[in-house]
């Protein structure tokens, strides 16, 4: 059984900076993709920064320049750092796992950008 622990959520003014964590635990092999996507209020949940198998990565048009998605393969922990975050930043930050055609989600981290 896999397990998903996200981390690092929080409130922060606009400007300012957070890092979320995500560790997946258990029997785990074949990762053809590992990643953040988030949720606003009201909206659908849209992909954020995204690793692929072979290394090559994805960011959402929004993030790119303020959004690094980084990982520890050998821990199965990936990595969001968020600089100059934005009002529209604010929702529910999931991360997410296809490992051996399953896919697996975390209960999700809160992330809110407000003055």
Known sequence: QVQMVESGGGMVQPGG???????????????TLMGWYR???????????????????????SVKGRFTISRDNAKNTV???MNSLKPEDTGVYYCKLIA?????????????VSS
Do not use: M, N
């Open 79 to 81: 990595y969001l750092q």
């Open 39 to 61: 949720q606003a209020p009201g909206k659908q949940r849209e992909a954020v920064a995204l690793f692929f198998s072979g290394g090559s990565t994805y960011y959402a048009d």
């Open 17 to 31: 900076s957070l890092r979320l964590s995500c560790a997946a635990s258990g029997s785990i092999f074949s990762i």
């Open 100 to 112: 051996a055609f399953h896919e697996y989600w975390g209960k999700g981290t809160q992330v809110t």
